[in-house]
């Protein structure tokens, strides 16, 4: 399993978990909270998110089971980094759409115009591998991650 990269973002509190969300805008705003407390963003982060959703579309909804939220509002980044949160419930930007369904939120703060495409690279062995992808899915409590990624 590709889980190197994991653990340092959970070593460095950039993990959050919850249990589900009435909306896939309540999911990306709660999806760059560790980068909040971190004092990485700036609070209108996630609203810039959701307004290049209104924009663009579900371009954040990467694959099944996968949403990457970032922005290109970089004024609002004050530290670049990648922050990871579990939803066990999937949240659906279109609950007609099934490939629309995230659990897994890989929130994206960059502090220039395509540098996300960095943090993307970073994180494409971990989306490649099946393995790790269902071990993020099966794990459920603090304990699971603790024991997967502690």
């Known amino acids: 399993m590709e889980l190197e990269y994991l653990k340092r ?3 460095d509190g950039l993990f959050d978990l919850y249990e589900s969300f009435g909306t896939w805008q309540e999911a990306v705003k709660a999806s ?3 980068f ?3 004092g990485m963003v700036e609070p209108g982060y996630a609203d810039s998110i959701l307004d ?3 924009e663009n ?3 954040i909804f990467l694959a099944p089971h996968i949403c990457m939220p970032h922005s290109k509002a ?3 980044v004050h530290a670049p980094g990648v922050c990871f949160v579990k939803v066990n419930q999937p949240v659906y930007y279109d609950r007609n759409d099934p490939d629309t369904g995230a659990e897994l939120f890989f929130a994206i703060a960059a502090q220039e115009l395509n540098a996300h495409l960095d943090a993307v690279m970073s994180l494409a062995d971990v989306f490649d591998d099946e393995e790790t992808i269902q071990a993020l899915l099966d794990a459920k409590t603090p304990q699971d991650f603790e024991t997967l990624l502690g």
């Open 9 to 11: 973002l959970y070593r």
């Open 32 to 34: 760059v909270s560790p």
């Open 36 to 38: 909040l407390r971190a």
């Open 52 to 54: 290049n959703v209104a």
């Open 57 to 59: 579309g579900p371009y």
């Open 74 to 76: 970089v004024e609002l």
